[in-house]
């Protein structure tokens, strides 16, 4: 039996990896996917207390989860066209006209 | 004995919720149909006032359901109450705006009901899941609302921002969730609390992390500093009457899950007095100096906004009945006057080429001496002048604050209220004193937005008059689940 | 009759409410009519509670009137109510009647301003938050009547706001004042905070039992009272607003100095005279601020040619004669001083609004001279006014002032020393005040010619209101006469059941019963009025006698010539001893200690704000990287310190 | 340990063994014509025109977003599917109450003009 502590390693790992990502990602396509690294990491996390304690509820939030990331992307992936037709890039910091 | 865990699926406790994607769903699938897209806002109208009555009822009668996932006390009928309002006067003020920045589509309204009943579902839950499934219906309209203006550079800058920094926190709140029911095995905020003691006997890391991150995802709904970047960005971006929405209804749902969780839920973690301490005084702080070199009034209203989330943050550090009433207090009020002001500031922008500078204020008092005076009252009820109930919300959070010893807080609190007499007096200063640099372009009414006008002025003045009665409603409130 | 103690402050708000609804709709007359109508009409119903209050014996001289119940929250409860005693009866007629009077003395001055409509909105307005900060029975009623004055007076004082000086005079006045509401608000929250409640009547009865007399939770509140009153009454530190105030309408400057805004922080401080005679120390640094203040403000008046600034001056000057008082618990020569205070300095603002409407709008003196001819009444009022408030005997400032120094030296809260900063004060005062009648309407005309052939005596709107005052400053003080002049102190057995919980909180009747000293009381008295004497002398000679003498001197070169000489000499010796070295000290006080020290701080309060708003706001870089950044950290930072506790 | 692990791997062995052979059945038995058309792109039609990194119409976008949606709430369907005989009839209502939430969305893309293509 794998132990609940590596599950949870892997996931904090990705946790990290997507939040790293989301940091130094110049490119918004780069930056949902980071995104959407994060919510999954966090997902594992889940499911790996529901196995570990053996109750079921985790794995129903997962499924919550899941959809509401989609619709993120979603959301995201219609932001980001818009975006490209109007400004003609997707590198994030182009995207400074409102500041200060 | 309330059974707070009933498994009864009683439809009746998310009526208001029903009602509110009934009417988004009716907009969603006729508003494309000639002739009955003129209706949407009707129906939008509809909705909200079916919604703000079934939340009414709910009011003293206390319930849970859906094995505990829905929870209907008093606590989340007085929040559905506050959402209601401030999206009916969202949609009071947004048609005509919308019509003359050809934004008007039928979208607008169904994302604005969708969004009010993510708001209800955050408000009406102890269940961490829940509470989260809310933040995301709330969060996604908002993220469309705010980039709604499609042609315009600034609005999809601001759609894109919040949504990668939502998105962002949303990651942390999960991930945070996922660490308290890894510590204690549930998500239902009143097991946390009866074994509490268990949970941080065995599994403290795990729980202290989570809270951590779940007090990340929600304080930067409500904007708390260090979370806060996003804020003046996306007001100042977003369309002016989705602006005034942003500034108080997620604030306020925010707020509603964070009393829940901090104040009621959580209260046995010490710590959280001086966190909530440091995240008050570092709010309030940052907020008023960064408004005070702002030249665009919708960036200083965004400061202003952070700034008075500070205020409201001072309940959480001092706990107790007094404090979280006088935090509701101070909610209600700050959507009363804030709301006026994005009135004032949506009838403006309703002319052409106007961003709502500071030097297009000027010769506002000499043609709108009326209207100009309505935007200074608003002025003064966010400086927290008497009689404006503005005042009275500063007083009470302040007296709660220091009844309860929370001396240094409260000095803090005072001094930056003067600061932020510097920043609003400047709108009156502008409107009323300063010779125009050109001719100022009259200003037409709709009989709406007279509405949200008469409405958020008679609040703000006659609550400022007679507080008592939102006092004891407020009072009676603070009797949730926990 | 006490029913209607209500629509003492209701009346003007009414007027307001009128006013300010129809501006531009109403003709002139009509907006005379409310303006001056409902503050006339609550000067009428003051005075007729005040016989009623009379008629009651006097330790039931008490009627609280409770509205409604404002706020109850818990154990927290203030009701909307009115507190009709001695002390707010002598108020409410203060700013009724010198307020009705300058209402009317602004029908005249302002009848050419096109802002007529507005000026009376605000002055209304004006007149009813301080009718509500001196009726209100509780220190949150209070507040708000406080607050009400400070949006009051940044309006009147910016009334002309097209000047730039005038609007950022207003905004100055405007948030040196919010500084001081800071200390009345935690002020007053720790008084919730201890007593339980903010009721006067509440706090005078339980405040003994509530506070460790001589401790330093009192102290520290009384200090922080103090500090609110220190912004409303224009004290050290916080008194820069007041001379920038001059920028307003002198009708408004009249009123801001005599009847309303400056007096609020004397009648808050004797309105909680339990408190502060719960905390000695506190009384003491009330006291020498007080004496600071009118010592250091004379000076500066000394070398202003300002018209307004002088009298500016020479208010903050008064008020720390009246802080003084309150410091020596003697409040009931405070508030005395306070009344005769608003008398005579309404008199003097107004006449020389006179003088500036004759002159028009000139307001340096070193333009002016012998214009006693051309505005006689205006002249002879403001006489009056300068006899008052330089004590001479037998006018009302005489007494008010000889009472303050008497007890500032006999008191037990009193010292020498408090006597000598107020007796030098009164010396100081006495020569300002006659160096401005001499230059102003003494000596030769300095005016151009053009100002010359304007000049001419007031409307009757404004020389009437001025002999009423005239005959007010003189009469005033005759209610208050010293026991040792034989009269029978009417003033202090008024206020006598006001003052009496305060001494009965510290159980010191014993200690109070000054030991009464005529001897040394009489010759303290001739001390000043010598004092006096020798500096209207001074002045005379110096601002008036010397240029005549001067000229005659060109004139007759030889005769006299030796005799003049010697004259000047010493003149010269005396100026150069005294004289000028005290000018000079002025001028460092006036240019670098208040102009520098003291406004550069709050000045510089504001800059620090400033830049560091600016260099924060580097911080938005509007990259949303940066922001997740910051994000990020305040993450770390927040589960470092979960994960630690 | 490892044994639960096997169903997973069986799994994984067939589907790779399945798609092998499907292809080295249309190895073996297809024609082979080694002619220097049958290399290009397209076989027949018009000749490829610029870069392939041409942007995309806008409309794929639409449709990927779309089906993203679609497709992930059919997970839902998963878990009710495995107990639907315990949940009954309630059961049945609610998913059908479900399906409905969906068509909603669909009528609206239909109605938005979203899934047209010209």
Known sequence: MVPISAYLIVGVALFAIGTVGVLISRNLIVLLMSVELMLNSANLCLIAFSRSQNIMDGHAFVFLVLTIAAAEAAVGLAMVITLYRNRETINIDRFNLLKW | MIDYTSASIDFALLGPEIALLASAFLILVTGYVKSLGKLSPGVAFVGLVIALVLSLNQWGNQSSGFFGMVTCDDFGSAFKVIFTLIAILTLL??????????????????????????????????????????????????????????????????????????????????????????????????????????IVGNFKLYLYSGVAMILVGFGFKVGAVPFHSWIPDVYEGAPTPVTAFFSVGPKAAGFAVLLRLFVFGFAYIGLLSDVFWVLAALTMTVGNIMALRQNNIKRMLAYSSIAHAGYILIAFAVGGDS????????????????????????????????????????????????????????????????????????????????????????VIGVMNSFVSVYYYLRVIKVSFFDQPQQTFVPVTYSPAIIVVLLITLAGTLGLGLFPQQLLDISQSAIFAFL | M?????????????????????????????????????????????????????????????????????????????????????????????????????????????????????YFTYLNLFTFSMLTLVLADNFLLMFVGWEGVGLCSYLLIGFWYHKKSAADAGKKAFIVNRIGDFGFLIGMFIVF??????????????????????????????????????????????????????????????LIHAATMVTAGVYMIVRSNVLYMMS???????????????????????????????????????????????????????????????????????????????????????????????????????????????????????????????????????????????????????????????????????????????????????????????????????????????????????????????????????????????????????????????????????????????????????????LLLNKYYIDEIYGAVIVRPTVYFSLFLWKVVDVVLIDGLINGVAVVYNDLSESLRQVQTGRVRTYATWFAVGVVVLIAVFMRG | MIEVYYPILFLGF?????????????????????????????????????????????????????????????????????????????????????????????????????????
Not at chain 3, 81 to 95: Q, R
Not at chain 3, 205 to 219: C, D, E, R, V
Not at chain 3, 436 to 452: A, C, N, S
Not at chain 4, 32 to 52: A, I, L, Q
């Open chain 2, 93 to 198: 003020m947004a048609h005509r705006y919308l019509s003359h920045k050809s934004l008007n589509r039928p979208e607008f309204y169904a994302l604005l009901n969708i969004s009010t009943m993510g708001m209800m579902v955050m408000a009406n839950s102890t269940d961490l899941v829940v509470m989260f499934l809310g933040l995301e219906i709330m969060s996604l309209p908002l993220y469309v609302m705010a980039g709604m203006a499609r042609r315009s550079p600034e609005s999809n800058e601001a759609g894109i921002k919040y949504f990668v920094m939502g998105a962002f926190a949303s990651a942390f709140l999960l991930m945070g969730i996922a660490f308290v029911y890894g510590a204690s095995g549930t998500t239902d905020l009143r097991r946390l609390v009866t074994d509490y003691h268990y």
């Open chain 2, 323 to 410: 404090a979280v009433s006088a935090a509701m207090f101070y909610l209600v009020a700050y959507a009363l006057f804030n709301t006026g002001a994005f009135a004032v500031l949506v009838l403006l922008e309703t002319r052409t080429g106007c961003k709502s500078d500071f030097s297009e204020l000027s010769g506002f008092s000499r043609l709108h001496p009326y209207l100009s005076s309505v935007l200074a009252l608003f002025m003064f009820a966010l400086c927290g002048f008497p009689p404006t109930v503005g005042f009275f919300g500063k007083f009470y959070l302040f007296s709660a604050a220091i009844q309860s010893g929370f001396i240094w807080l409260v």
């Open chain 3, 2 to 118: 006490t029913e209607y103690l209500y629509l003492i402050p209701i009346l003007p708000l009414v007027g307001f409410l009128i006013n300010g609804l129809l501006i531009g709709r109403i003709p002139r007359p009509v907006i005379t009519l409310i303006g001056c109508g409902s503050v006339a009409l609550s000067l009428a119903l003051s005075l007729s509670l005040f016989f009623e209050l009379k008629a009651l014996p006097a330790d039931s001289r008490m009627i609280e009137q409770v509205l409604f119940t404002w706020i109850v929250s818990g154990n927290f409860h203030v009701s909307m109510g009115f507190l009709l005693d001695p002390l707010s009866a002598v108020m409410i007629l203060v700013v009724t009647g010198v307020g009705f009077l300058i209402h009317v003395y602004s029908v005249g001055y302002m009848h050419k301003d096109p802002g007529y409509g507005r």
């Open chain 3, 193 to 254: 905070w201890q007593v339980g409640s903010l009721n006067f009547v509440d706090i005078n009865a339980m405040a003994p039992a509530a506070f460790i007399a001589g401790g330093s939770l009192i102290t520290i509140t009384c200090l922080l009272l103090f500090v609110g009153a220190t912004g409303k009454s224009a004290q050290i530190p916080l008194f820069v607003w007041l001379p920038d105030a001059m920028e307003g309408p002198t009708p408004v400057s009249a």
């Open chain 3, 280 to 562: 000695p120390d506190a009384l003491f640094v009330v006291a020498v601020v007080g004496a600071l203040t009118a010592i250091f403000a004379a000076t500066i008046g000394l070398a202003q040619n300002d018209i307004k600034r002088v009298l500016a001056y020479s208010t903050v000057s008064q008020l720390g004669y009246m802080f003084l008082a309150c410091g020596v618990a003697a409040f009931t020569a405070g508030i005395f001083h306070l009344m005769t205070h608003a008398f005579f300095k309404a008199l003097l603002f107004l006449a020389s609004g006179s003088v500036l409407h004759a002159m028009s709008d000139e307001k340096d003196i070193r333009k002016m001279g012998g214009l006693k001819k051309y505005i006689p009444i205006t002249y002879w009022t403001f006489l009056i006014g300068t006899l008052a408030i330089t004590g001479i005997p037998g006018l009302s400032g005489f007494f008010s002032k000889d009472e303050i120094l008497w007890k500032a030296f006999s008191s037990d809260y009193g010292h020498p020393v408090f006597w000598v900063l107020g007796f030098v004060t009164a010396g100081l005062t006495a020569f300002y005040m006659f160096r401005l009648v001499y230059l102003t309407f003494h000596g030769p005309e300095r005016m151009d010619d053009e100002t010359k052939s304007h000049l001419h005596e007031s409307p009757k709107s404004m020389t009437v209101p001025l002999i009423i005052l005239a005959a007010l400053a003189i009469a005033g003080g005759w209610v208050g006469m010293p026991h040792i002049l034989g009269a029978t102190n009417y003033f202090e057995h008024w206020l006598e059941p006001v003052m009496a919980s305060g001494r009965n909180a510290v159980d010191t009747h014993a200690l109070m019963s000054t030991s009464s000293n005529a001897g040394m009381e009489w010759s303290l008295m001739v001390a000043s009025v010598g004092l006096v004497l020798i500096s209207i002398f001074v002045a005379r000679m110096f601002y008036n006698k010397k240029p005549e003498l001067a000229t005659a001197w060109q004139k007759k070169m030889s005769g006299l010539h030796k």
């Open chain 4, 14 to 118: 067939f589907a790779a063994l399945l798609a092998v052979i499907m292809v080295s059945i249309s190895i073996l038995l297809g024609r082979r014509t080694d002619m220097g058309k049958k290399e290009e792109p397209y076989e027949c039609g018009v000749e490829p025109v610029g870069s392939t990194r041409d942007p995309i119409p806008v409309k794929f976008y639409m449709v990927a977003i779309l089906f993203i949606l679609f497709d992930i709430e059919v997970i839902f369907l998963y878990p009710w599917a495995v107990i639907s005989r315990q949940l009954g009839l309630f059961g049945f209502i609610e998913m059908v109450v479900f399906v409905i939430i969906l068509l909603v969305g669909y009528f609206y893309i239909l109605g938005r003009g979203a899934l047209k293509w010209d």
